[in-house]
């Protein structure tokens, strides 16, 4: 493994560690306000966070010459489409957050492992035995964590469920973009595209109050300053020298921080059935990144 590949894998393990982390924050948040109030704000202050970064980075590059004109037309087009389907996997990932616990939604979020290497099939990307079978003890495994004794499907784990397809998209349209794109200045435009859209919802379907927001102020700084603005910026970077398999397998570790933090910070406790199905899913997770 070379230098850069090194430095890419110890980003995304950052990265994981601070998502596993924000799902307590995110948890947390809902006592105070809606999701989309929430993504809004938190995506919001991530995009304002790279800023100061981003005039930066613009000064070094023209004092050594570097410094190249953003092609408006690939920004604006990579920022709509990588922040529509960022907006979409949050959303989801949110209501359902609404729903159930840290723990469960780390996992099943964790599940677009999965679902990337499948959804390279349409990139004519091969998809090997592994990853198949890896899907099945996923599914097996979300079946156990996620299925009650009246053998439906909970509510929220059913959302994030979704947005693990959305952000499997996500993993995806980054890979093809990031090294299209200036890394820093593309994570802050499709964080302005995810909050503009959350905005739109929450004025749409929630009351946003700034007393709520106030009450909520910790766990907003940690999704907005830390998940979104380090963590999100971190995953562009990483993945400029980092293959999407081998990214998503170092980003599914979140799911295992996750539960860490769900247990050490609220609490939060598996049942025997719900830690096999757990056990399952992370094998499916690992399993699928294996080449055939």
Known sequence: MNTKSLKADMLLLITAIIWGA???????????????????????????????????????????????????????????????????????Q?????????????FITGLYVVFVPIMGLF???????????????????MYLLSVNEGFHIEMGDLLVLVCAVFFAGHVVVISL?????????????????????????????????FAGIWAGIVPILYGGLMSVGVAYTLQVV?????????????????????????WLLLGETLTTQGLIGCGLMLC??????IKS
């Not at 302005?192 to 919802?201: D, M, P, Q, W």
């Not at 499916?284 to 990144?289: N, P, V």
Request: with cysteine; aromatic share 12%.
């Open 177 to 209: 973009l990031s090294s299209k794109i200036d890394p820093v200045k593309f994570a802050a435009g499709q964080f302005v595209v995810c909050s503009a859209f959350s905005f739109i919802g929450a004025f749409s379907f929630e009351t946003m109050t």
């Open 94 to 106: 949110q209501w359902g957050l609404v729903y159930t616990t840290a723990g469960n939604a780390g």
């Open 238 to 262: 990483a993945q400029q020298e980092a293959k999407p398999a081998h990214a998503a397998i170092i980003l599914s570790l979140e799911s295992v921080f996750a539960a860490l933090a769900g």
């Open 22 to 92: 924000a799902f307590v924050a995110q948890r947390v948040g809902m006592d105070f306000m809606g999701p989309l109030t929430f993504n809004a704000v938190r995506f919001a202050l991530g995009a304002a966070a790279l800023v100061p970064l981003i005039k930066r980075i613009d000064r070094e590059k023209k004092k050594d010459g570097t410094y190249l004109e953003v092609d408006k037309k690939s920004f604006i087009k990579g920022s709509l489409i990588a922040g529509g389907a960022l907006f979409m996997g949050a959303t989801f």
């Open 284 to 289: 499916g997770m690992l399993l699928s990144q």
């Open 123 to 141: 990139f004519k990307q091969k998809t090997g035995l592994p990853t198949w079978i890896g899907a099945v003890l996923a599914v097996i495994g």
